[in-house]
Nanobody, 123 residues
Framework: QVQLAESGGGLVQAGGSLRLSCETS????????MAWFRQAPGKERVFVAS????????HYADSVTGRFIMSIDSIKTTVYLHMHRLKPDDTAVYYC????????????????WGQGTQVTVSS
């Protein structure tokens, strides 16, 4: 059973930065790809970023390209989302997800999900 736990959300002013973490139960030799999705109030959940477990294949939504960076720690049990130059439109619940497929943007491909962490960006 894959377990994912997000943390690091909070309230930040526009232009600020946050780092989200997703602790996983996946081991060093895992072949899962990981992703972040987000869901703003009253909207559908959408793709933010993904990375394969080797950290070689990355994808980003156009809305966050150049501002957000996804990374994996050296022992491959935690993934991060480094968020910079935050905007009020980034306000959402951010979810971590895992899939056996290679770095896909499609949320239907992700079998495992965390509970989410709230990010609120004030103007």
């Amino acid at each position: 059973q894959v377990q994912l736990a997000e943390s690091g959300g909070g309230l930040v002013q526009a232009g600020g930065s946050l780092r989200l973490s997703c602790e996983t139960s996946l081991g060093t030799f895992s072949t899962y790809s990981m992703a972040w999705f987000r869901q703003a109030p009253g909207k559908e959940r959408v793709f933010v970023a993904s990375i394969d477990w080797l950290g070689e294949i990355e994808h980003y939504a156009d809305s966050v390209t150049g501002r957000f960076i996804m990374s994996i720690d050296s022992i491959k049990t935690t993934v991060y989302l480094h968020m910079h130059r935050l905007k009020p439109d980034d306000t959402a619940v951010y979810y971590c997800a895992a899939t056996k497929k290679i770095s896909t943007r499609n949320q239907v491909d992700y079998e495992h999900w965390g509970q989410g962490t709230q990010v609120t960006v004030s103007s």
